[in-house]
């Protein structure tokens, strides 16, 4: 499981490998990259406006949510796992996602050069259809149950 969701909706439903590109919104990380290992901290942390933000064990710089924002680089290593599920996996199921956002938009050209069939699901066309083996046009929440059921008859 590749996501660009910052949320862990994933894990609550029972994916137990999921690679977050985007990072991980339950999750904190230091504002001076101090390398500490992130940590675990309610959301709400964030959002009360009297107060500063929580602060780093380590080092005592702020701590901001563990998401990639605009211009930042992804995660190394959740790059990496990602290139390599793409490498490796005989099908890529790209659901629900315009298709735009680089590098993770280059995954199922990734997979579809390394022999896998791509399986699109998407209300609308995006740049990924041109590659799709199949493109499922409708809402990911009407066709994977729809999938699943197939798959398993
Ligand atoms: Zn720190």
Redesign the pocket.
């Known amino acids: 499981m590749i996501t660009q969701n910052v949320d862990d909706l994933h894990e609550r439903a029972g994916s137990a490998r999921v690679c977050h590109l985007h990072g991980r919104l339950m999750e904190t990380k230091?504002?001076?990259?101090?390398r500490?290992a992130p940590t675990l901290i309610a959301p709400e942390a964030f959002v009360n406006g009297a107060q500063p933000p929580p602060t780093?064990p380590?080092?005592?710089?702020w701590l901001r949510p563990n998401v990639v924002w605009f211009g930042e680089m992804l995660a190394l290593n959740d790059l990496i796992i990602a290139q390599d599920a793409a490498e490796e996996c005989d099908v890529m199921l790209v659901v629900g996602t315009s298709g735009l956002v680089f590098p993770a938009a280059n995954l199922p050209n990734t997979a579809a050069q390394n022999g896998a069939a791509v399986i699109e699901i998407n209300p609308e066309a995006t740049d990924i259809s041109r590659i799709a083996n199949v493109s499922l046009r409708g809402p990911s929440g009407t066709l994977l149950p729809m999938l699943l059921e197939w798959v398993r008859a």
Do not use: E, H, M, T
């Open positions: 230091c504002f001076a990259d101090c500490g780093c380590y080092c005592g710089s």
